[in-house]
């Protein structure tokens, strides 16, 4: 990375307008060609600075039009996102929704084996008092995939370990996303997620071995791609989770 021109390490008054939304690193590059990797944390007043964090954690204050032209655009679709978020108050409750489970077991055997399908619904509510225009729901359905189970080639049951001590972790996503109406004061609309599996192995009746889940991660997106309000449920390891780790994790096709 280009180390940072003086125009970027200039001392500003307060900077007022900021996004809910900063963990997004962004490739910033002025008019001679210099860059930097930062996140871009507040615009002044009069739209002339703005604050970056590089992801060595140092803030910075530079003008805004020493950046090309990508980046000015840049900077107006996230001064939008900003708006978004500081005139609009969002709700977001999701609500865990548990499907078929199916048991599986061969007569002659000690092994027994449980299916389970699971999802959520995720509602938004605009608690504004303004209408929310048109924006997106996006969702990620994280677990730690531990088993794969199906039929052997003679009809009988068959699985496979996805971990090991060497591996002892597998995690897995996936993905979605809807388009949202727009949304007048304390009205809602509800988005049922995709489902995932949970596979059990019991032997002699006792647990061996299951697959995990993480939770979910649910996000209201403008049509400009920025995010303006999220939700997480699941456990510790989830909410430790940056977005950079989620989008890493490996995600499993959809199904036709």
Same mark, same amino acid.
């Given at each position: 990375?280009?180390?940072? %021109?003086?125009?970027?390490? $200039?001392?500003?008054? /307060?900077?007022?307008?900021? $996004?809910?939304?900063?963990?997004?690193?962004h490739?910033? #590059?002025?008019?001679?060609?210099?860059?930097?990797?930062? +996140? !871009?944390?507040?615009?002044?007043?009069?739209?002339?600075?703005?604050r970056?964090?590089?992801?060595?954690?140092? &803030?910075?204050? +530079?003008?805004?039009?020493?950046?090309?032209?990508?980046?000015?655009?840049?900077?107006?679709?996230?001064?939008?996102? /900003?708006?978004?978020?500081?005139?609009?108050?969002?709700?977001?409750?999701?609500e865990?929704?548990?499907?078929? #489970?199916?048991?599986?077991?061969?007569?002659?055997?000690?092994?027994?084996?449980?299916?389970?399908? $699971?999802?959520?619904?995720?509602?938004?509510?605009?608690?504004?008092?303004?209408?929310?225009?048109? +924006?997106?729901?996006?969702? #990620?359905?994280?677990?730690?995939?531990?088993?794969?189970?199906g !039929?052997?080639?003679?009809?009988?049951?068959?699985?496979?370990?996805l971990t090991?001590?060497?591996? %002892?972790?597998?995690?897995?996503?996936?993905?979605g &996303? /809807?388009?949202? #109406?727009?949304?007048p004061?304390?009205?809602?609309?509800?988005? %049922?997620?995709?489902?995932?599996?949970?596979?059990?192995?019991?032997?002699?009746g006792?647990?061996?071995?299951?697959? &995990?889940?993480?939770?979910?991660?649910?996000?209201?997106?403008?049509? &400009?791609?920025?995010?303006? /309000?999220?939700?997480?449920?699941?456990?510790?390891?989830?909410?430790?989770?940056?977005?950079?780790?989620?989008?890493?994790?490996?995600?499993? %096709?959809?199904?036709?």
């Amino acid at each position: 990375m280009s180390r940072l %021109p003086a125009l970027f390490i $200039a001392i500003l008054p /307060a900077l007022i307008l900021s $996004a809910q939304d900063s963990d997004s690193l962004h490739e910033f #590059t002025d008019k001679k060609g210099k860059n930097v990797v930062a +996140t !871009l944390l507040k615009v002044s007043d009069d739209n002339r600075f703005m604050r970056i964090r590089r992801e060595d954690g140092q &803030e910075f204050d +530079t003008e805004i039009n020493v950046l090309s032209l990508d980046d000015q655009q840049f900077i107006k679709n996230w001064m939008k996102t /900003a708006k978004l978020a500081s005139d609009f108050r969002l709700e977001i409750d999701i609500e865990k929704k548990t499907g078929r #489970t199916e048991r599986l077991k061969e007569s002659s055997s000690s092994y027994e084996f449980e299916k389970r399908l $699971a999802g959520f619904e995720v509602k938004v509510r605009n608690l504004s008092r303004e209408s929310l225009p048109p +924006t997106r729901l996006e969702y #990620t359905i994280i677990w730690d995939d531990h088993l794969a189970m199906g !039929l052997s080639d003679d009809g009988g049951l068959s699985y496979s370990s996805l971990t090991d001590e060497d591996n %002892p972790i597998n995690l897995v996503k996936i993905t979605g &996303e /809807a388009s949202l #109406t727009a949304l007048p004061f304390n009205r809602d609309e509800v988005v %049922p997620t995709g489902e995932i599996e949970i596979n059990r192995m019991f032997i002699s009746g006792k647990l061996y071995r299951e697959d &995990e889940p993480y939770g979910i991660i649910a996000r209201v997106v403008t049509t &400009e791609g920025n995010v303006v /309000a999220e939700k997480r449920i699941g456990n510790s390891r989830l909410d430790a989770m940056e977005w950079k780790e989620v989008s890493e994790i490996k995600e499993l %096709p959809k199904d036709d």
